[in-house]
Every structure is written in structure tokens, then in C-alpha cells.
């Protein structure tokens, strides 16, 4: 009778299941506030792999496609035509991406002038490339009805080309395109717009700037979920400073789904080098946010997305652009990730995304 009790007891001492949480999962205390569909999208596709920061950048640069994960975005539509042209920049040429529409004719049979869309796709200066954001390009231009041309600038890319030269070569493309592009591609220079999502988003707020300082038109901007302080939240060493940064969604949102406070920390680091120049500190065109004057500054539309930790300071940038008497517009999507622009396929804040940008650019850059 005991060997059955010690037998029965032995049997219930058997190994219990501990199931861990896949690697890079929502964390659970920001499940529930996630747009749903974004949750079921990114436990299927994200949740579980490496986060390219994760991975050396050698590895990366060898096969990017390997680490791609481009599920969600919608097909932009055919456009009247596509082509490239290399910009010359200081040491090098960079490759930009021209997107036409037919061509509009006026009583006279002669083509009407055309807007124009400068984007900086995003990456963190780090990732990134046409791909990003070609039908997007596709979209904008298919919608403006004949009125826009759009480029799509492939700026040089951290840590191989750390700062300044990915701020220099979007500066150099806009100028380009202005001055020597405008009579090709029947643009009117002074209906110019600049775009872009995340460090896109900073490279436009910086052209923005240069714009401005430079007596030169813009009619708008377009900051979506964009970088605006990279100093005041790391160290500089570029680690996530808690307990100094002025951000509350940087301490909310540290180990939030795409974007992880970590993940910024890495692209501090390939950006600006270890530790940062010491001149960082009074360089506006790193963090934009610091600039001397918001003064005449172009039209802003700036998205935030609730679930990113760069939400707070995109409110902030908005608030010193409205204090120094610009136009500006400030949306955020409730539930949404850093990256919700790109899935526009899936999310309905994607789609929303799409059509505010196409309806702003018509109001703002079409005569």
C-alpha cells in the first residue's frame, strides 16, 4: 500500500508547463490599449523574431529582406509614370525616386504647373529605403488628380553616414529639385511640400527650418510621428536617461510593441556615434525642438500615435510651432503603434492617415 501512495505521490511531481512570453511581445499592461487589429497583425508576424536593432548592422546590410516584415501596407495605385535620377551630394550621389501624374493641359494646350512632394522616408536614419514608402508616393500623387509630382529622396544612412550628412543630403535633394528639377518636371517652386514618418518626420521638420531661414516658400509639412528631441531623453552615451527625460510617453511606453524606448537608444547611438559630439547639445538641426525661433515657419500637420514614445514630444513640437503663431494641426490616433502609417492595408488609422495628408495637400498646395 505505501509503494502506491509514494507511487501516486511521485506522479503528481511531474514537471509543470511554464509558458514564457514570446521574445518581443506586447508587453500584457499595454495589450488592452492597442487598436485590436494591430494586436492579432503583430503576434502573427512580429511577435517571437529579432528587432533589426537586435541584429549587428553588418548582418543587416547584407540581406535587409531578410528581416523585413512589410505585411499591412495597402498597393498604392498605377501612376502615369516612374523614374529615378541621381542628386549630387557632398562626397557621393544619392538616388531619388520620381513619381508623375499625366500631365494637366490648359486651354492653350501647355501644361499646367505642378506641386510638389519632397519625402524622407523613415528608419532612424539607420533603416530604411525606397521601398518605404512608395505606394504611399503612389497614393498622394494618384489622388492630387494631375496637380502633384512627388520625390521620394534615398538619403546615405547611419552608422555608415552618421550626422550631419543624412540631414545635408535631404537639404541638397530639396534644393535640387527646386532649382534644377522645376522646369523638367513643370513644377512651380513656390508650391512645394516636405514629408516624413519618424526620423522622416525630423529630416522635414529640420528642412522646414532651412526653409524658413533661407527665404524660401514652403507650403507645407508633414511631420508624422516624427523625432523632434533626440537629446534630452539618452545620455550622452545614447542610453535611455529615466529619471531626466522630459517625456512622459518615453517612461509609459518603454517597452511598447516596434518602437521600445531601446530600440530609439540604438538609433541615437548609429546616429550621432558614442558618445555624442559635445557640440550636440546646442544643435538644433539634431533636435529640432531646440531651435532659436518657430517664427514663419511653413503649415504643420504632425501625427502622434498613442502608443509610441515619441508622443509626447510631437504634442510639445506642435504646441511651440501654435505659441509662435504657425499654422499647425495635431493629430493622434488612439491605439495606434509608431508605425501605424505603414499598415494602412489593415488599420483603419492608416487609412485615415492617407486620406488627411491627400485632403491637407489639396487645400495647401493645389491652385
Same mark, same amino acid.
Given at each position: 500500500? %505505501?509503494a502506491?501512495?509514494?507511487?501516486?505521490?511521485?506522479?503528481?511531481l511531474?514537471?509543470?508547463?511554464?509558458?514564457?512570453?514570446?521574445?518581443?511581445?506586447?508587453?500584457?499592461?499595454?495589450?488592452?490599449r #492597442?487598436?485590436?487589429?494591430?494586436?492579432? !497583425?503583430?503576434?502573427?508576424?512580429n511577435?517571437?523574431?529579432?528587432?533589426?536593432?537586435?541584429?549587428? &548592422? /553588418?548582418e543587416?546590410?547584407k540581406n535587409?529582406?531578410k528581416y523585413?516584415?512589410?505585411?499591412?501596407? %495597402?498597393?498604392?495605385?498605377d501612376?502615369?509614370?516612374?523614374?529615378?535620377?541621381?542628386?549630387p551630394v557632398?562626397?557621393?550621389?544619392i538616388?531619388?525616386?520620381? #513619381?508623375?501624374?499625366?500631365?494637366?493641359m490648359? /486651354?492653350n494646350?501647355? %501644361?499646367?504647373k505642378?506641386?510638389?512632394?519632397?519625402?524622407?522616408?523613415?528608419?532612424?536614419?539607420?533603416?530604411?529605403? =525606397?521601398?518605404?514608402? !512608395?505606394?504611399?508616393?503612389?497614393?498622394v500623387?494618384?489622388?492630387?488628380?494631375?496637380?502633384?509630382?512627388?520625390?521620394?529622396?534615398?538619403?546615405r544612412?547611419?552608422?555608415e553616414?552618421?550626422?550631419? &550628412?543624412?540631414?545635408?543630403? @535631404?537639404?541638397?535633394? #530639396?534644393?535640387?529639385?527646386?532649382?534644377?528639377?522645376? +522646369?523638367?518636371?513643370?513644377?512651380?517652386?513656390?508650391?512645394?511640400?516636405?514629408?516624413?514618418?519618424s526620423?522622416g518626420?525630423h529630416?522635414?521638420?529640420?528642412?522646414? !527650418?532651412l @526653409?524658413?531661414?533661407a527665404?524660401?516658400?514652403?507650403r507645407?509639412?508633414?511631420?508624422?510621428?516624427?523625432?523632434?528631441?533626440?537629446?534630452?531623453?539618452f545620455?550622452p552615451?545614447?542610453?535611455?536617461?529615466?529619471?531626466?527625460?522630459?517625456y512622459?510617453?518615453?517612461?509609459?511606453?518603454?517597452?511598447?510593441?516596434i518602437?521600445?524606448?531601446?530600440?530609439m537608444?540604438?538609433f541615437?547611438?548609429?546616429?550621432l556615434?558614442?558618445?555624442?559630439?559635445?557640440?550636440?547639445?546646442?544643435?538644433?538641426?539634431?533636435?529640432?525642438?531646440?531651435?532659436?525661433?518657430f517664427?514663419?515657419l511653413?503649415?504643420? =500637420?504632425?501625427?502622434?500615435?498613442?502608443?509610441?514614445p515619441?508622443?509626447?514630444?510631437?504634442?510639445?513640437?506642435?504646441?511651440?510651432?501654435?505659441?509662435?503663431?504657425?499654422?499647425?494641426e495635431?493629430? @493622434?490616433?488612439?491605439? %495606434?503603434p !509608431?508605425?501605424?502609417?505603414?499598415?494602412?492595408?489593415?488599420l483603419?488609422?492608416?487609412?485615415?492617415?492617407?486620406e488627411?495628408?491627400i485632403?491637407?495637400?489639396?487645400? +495647401?498646395l493645389v491652385m
Amino acid at each position: 500500500m %505505501a509503494a502506491l501512495t509514494d507511487e501516486k505521490t511521485l506522479n503528481e511531481l511531474r514537471p509543470k508547463a511554464v509558458l514564457q512570453p514570446l521574445h518581443n511581445s506586447i508587453p500584457p499592461e499595454l495589450l488592452s490599449r #492597442f487598436d485590436p487589429v494591430y494586436v492579432e !497583425h503583430y503576434n502573427k508576424y512580429n511577435a517571437g523574431r529579432l528587432h533589426t536593432h537586435e541584429v549587428p &548592422i /553588418e548582418e543587416f546590410r547584407k540581406n535587409p529582406a531578410k528581416y523585413a516584415i512589410s505585411y499591412g501596407r %495597402a498597393l498604392g495605385p498605377d501612376v502615369f509614370r516612374i523614374t529615378e535620377q541621381k542628386c549630387p551630394v557632398q562626397g557621393g550621389e544619392i538616388t531619388v525616386r520620381i #513619381f508623375e501624374p499625366t500631365p494637366i493641359m490648359d /486651354e492653350n494646350s501647355k %501644361a499646367k504647373k505642378r506641386a510638389a512632394y519632397v519625402n524622407f522616408h523613415g528608419g532612424g536614419w539607420v533603416f530604411g529605403d =525606397l521601398s518605404k514608402d !512608395h505606394d504611399f508616393c503612389k497614393r498622394v500623387v494618384d489622388s492630387l488628380d494631375g496637380n502633384l509630382v512627388a520625390f521620394d529622396v534615398d538619403y546615405r544612412l547611419a552608422p555608415e553616414h552618421k550626422y550631419p &550628412i543624412p540631414v545635408d543630403d @535631404c537639404w541638397t535633394a #530639396f534644393n535640387w529639385i527646386r532649382s534644377q528639377k522645376a +522646369e523638367e518636371f513643370n513644377l512651380d517652386p513656390n508650391r512645394m511640400a516636405v514629408g516624413g514618418s519618424s526620423a522622416g518626420g525630423h529630416l522635414s521638420a529640420v528642412v522646414a !527650418h532651412l @526653409c524658413r531661414d533661407a527665404s524660401i516658400p514652403l507650403r507645407l509639412q508633414v511631420l508624422n510621428v516624427p523625432v523632434c528631441d533626440l537629446l534630452r531623453a539618452f545620455t550622452p552615451d545614447g542610453e535611455f536617461d529615466r529619471e531626466n527625460c522630459p517625456y512622459a510617453s518615453y517612461q509609459e511606453m518603454e517597452f511598447t510593441a516596434i518602437l521600445p524606448v531601446a530600440r530609439m537608444a540604438y538609433f541615437h547611438r548609429h546616429f550621432l556615434g558614442v558618445p555624442r559630439p559635445a557640440s550636440s547639445e546646442e544643435d538644433w538641426k539634431i533636435s529640432p525642438m531646440m531651435a532659436p525661433d518657430f517664427s514663419g515657419l511653413a503649415p504643420a =500637420l504632425i501625427f502622434t500615435a498613442e502608443m509610441d514614445p515619441l508622443r509626447d514630444e510631437g504634442e510639445v513640437y506642435a504646441a511651440k510651432l501654435r505659441a509662435a503663431g504657425c499654422q499647425v494641426e495635431l493629430v @493622434c490616433m488612439a491605439g %495606434a503603434p !509608431h508605425t501605424f502609417s505603414l499598415l494602412d492595408g489593415i488599420l483603419e488609422s492608416g487609412r485615415q492617415y492617407s486620406e488627411k495628408v491627400i485632403r491637407t495637400m489639396r487645400t +495647401e498646395l493645389v491652385m
